[in-house]
């Protein structure tokens, strides 16, 4: 027969030992629900300081990094890579973002960060050869233009598509 005093003490052990327990799958259960809220962009400017304060001037930081006045930037979504398919390379062709020269195609493939709502194009000089153009690549949360779409032309611009996440 155990004495009383051993009695107490493992009932209060057993007591501390299902609350600290519970405490863990709490605490689990939390961690796991804040993760999937934080998945969410949306919800993720709500619950993190650093998704509130992107974009704007952090101490010590140069003005130059500022947004201009009223610009919301977009989060970068991925990358789209797009390659020359009838050539090795096409140096005289550029592709644009949202009209703006970000790459040529001399080595015959261009990678560019991409947020939604932009919009991928080739240009191509006057009296240019046909040529086709294919997005070859993408990565990170782009879903539109997908891999395979193709621009073909001889001149002027090309569209190959807004850009869109999934």
Request: proline residues 6%; aromatic residues 4%; negative net charge.
């Amino acid at each position: 027969m155990k004495p009383e005093f051993e009695d107490g003490f493992e009932r209060f052990v057993r007591r501390v030992e299902r609350v600290l327990l519970r405490l863990v799958i709490l605490s689990l259960v939390l961690l796991v629900g804040g993760q999937v809220l934080l998945a969410d962009p949306d919800m993720a400017v709500f619950l993190s300081t650093v998704d509130r304060l992107e974009g704007r001037l952090v101490l010590g930081q140069p003005e130059e990094a500022a947004a201009p006045a009223g610009a919301v930037q977009a989060r970068i979504l991925g990358t789209v890579t797009v390659m020359v398919v009838d050539r090795p390379s096409a140096p005289e062709a550029v592709l644009l973002l949202n009209g703006e020269r970000v790459g040529d195609f001399a080595e015959g493939l261009v990678t560019v960060e991409v947020r939604a709502g932009d919009e991928l194009a080739v240009q191509l000089p006057e009296g240019y050869q046909r040529t086709r153009f294919r997005v070859v690549g993408v990565t990170g949360m782009v879903a539109m233009p997908r891999p395979g779409r193709e621009a073909v032309g001889s001149s002027g611009i090309l569209p190959l598509g807004r850009v869109e996440g999934r």
